[in-house]
């Protein structure tokens, strides 16, 4: 009986120093997010312009 509570408080004690540790750090550098994007819808409202004026002075195309 004694042995088996020698062994239980061992492994108790084993496990318990086995525990994970998480730790939290800020980084030293600063975080850089890149973004490249390119913006386009200028150039669609303005062929979209060109298209309009072109169908409102040839409106017998279709």
């Keep these: 009986m004694k042995r088996l509570a020698g062994v239980v408080l061992t ?5 318990l120093a086995c525990t ?4 939290v750090e800020l980084p030293n550098e ?4 890149n973004l490249n994007v390119k913006i386009q819808h200028e150039i669609y409202i303005k062929v979209d312009k060109q298209l309009d004026e072109l169908f409102s002075e040839n409106s017998g195309l279709f």
């Design 20 to 23: 994970p540790k998480v730790q």
């Design 11 to 15: 492994a108790s004690l084993v496990l």
């Design 30 to 33: 600063p975080i850089n997010i």
